[in-house]
């Protein structure tokens, strides 16, 4: 019997969907269950899927990842699993990999790698290497967000706080990662490349004024004065590090929302900005003096 499970949440992915499962299908010394949950497709993901795979395609009505997530994780039975998004691709011992940490660290709950960083071609652009070491809660809410594609966790762990919640919405993985991880269970990171993120054309756009928003309220939620881990003062210093860091990415948003003419998204965005003030112009300063700086000729010395 396998002791991991793979859930694919796909959705309208028929043109990667076949290098996803074969990353799966090709695990070195593992066979993990593999379930597919496919969240509405309108494209022929499911068709395509069925080409290359023989087992557990469930199909539901569209309801965001989250819940195609639940879906599957109501049907496995072994003691560990990972959520494999259906354009990226695990590398061949990635599931190796992860046992391995799982079984020299008992008493983490959820266990990250390394990624690479693909085009949609498959071509390497870049890298996100590492370093092992164990995290916290405090690491999650301060800036450590691996994909769910680079983690895997304890089943029970994960049914114990009752799965994702639909309505975190695109804060989806640091909702769940402050409620598994909570107050006092551990992570660890063993830093071995397990997958590679593909960035495409066909990936949703997302809006930074919007993820700050989602990802603010989940912090607010959980670390806030009537949250499970209730730490105000750590609350404060989180806030002003997230609002410099969206700070950087707001602006162009604006700027490109009034070129598109849709006022309403501009306004929302801008909006936005001014209520992160201070600390969302000191990450639009920096982040702006580094483009220039990148953008300058250099004088050769004579």
């Not at 996803?20 to 269950?33: F, G, R």
């Not at 395609?57 to 639940?70: F, L, P, T, Y």
């Not at 494999?84 to 079984?103: C, K, Q, R, T, Y």
């Not at 092992?132 to 680079?150: E, K, M, R």
């Amino acid at each position: 019997m396998p002791t991991c499970s793979v859930i694919i949440p796909t959705y309208n992915a028929q043109d990667f969907i076949e290098g996803t499962l074969k990353s799966v299908l090709n695990q070195i010394d593992a066979s993990p269950q593999l379930i597919i949950v496919d969240d509405g497709s309108s494209d022929d993901t499911v068709a395509v899927a069925k080409k290359h795979f023989d087992g557990t395609i469930i199909q539901q009505a569209n309801g965001g990842d989250s819940a195609a997530r639940n879906t599957g994780l109501k049907t496995i039975d072994t003691d560990f699993v990972l959520f494999l998004d259906h354009d990226d691709i695990l590398e061949p011992n990635a599931i190796v990999s992860h046992l391995g940490a799982f079984e020299t660290h008992s008493d983490a709950v959820m266990v990250v790698g390394s990624n690479l960083k693909i085009d949609e071609n498959g071509t390497l652009i870049g890298d996100n290497i590492l370093p092992a070491n164990n995290f916290t809660s405090h690491d999650v809410a301060n800036g450590f967000t691996p994909s769910f594609s680079q983690c895997m966790y304890r089943r029970d762990a994960l049914s114990a706080i009752g799965g994702f919640r639909p309505e975190a919405g695109m804060g989806a993985d640091h909702d769940l990662n402050l409620r598994l991880l909570g107050s006092s269970r551990l992570g660890h990171c063993h830093g071995k490349v397990v997958m590679s993120y593909r960035q495409h054309q066909n990936q949703q756009t997302r809006s930074p004024a919007k993820l700050y928003n989602k990802h603010i309220s989940i912090l607010r939620e959980h670390l806030g004065p009537t949250g499970f881990m209730a730490e105000p003062e750590f609350l404060s210093k989180v806030e002003k590090r997230w609002k410099t860091y969206y700070g950087q990415f707001i602006p162009s948003e604006v700027a490109r929302m009034m070129l598109q003419r849709k006022f309403g998204r501009m306004s929302y965005a801008l909006q936005t900005f001014v209520r992160m003030q201070p600390y969302a112009s000191v990450g639009a300063i920096k982040y702006f003096s580094g483009y220039f700086r990148k953008k300058t000729p250099k004088l050769n010395a004579s």
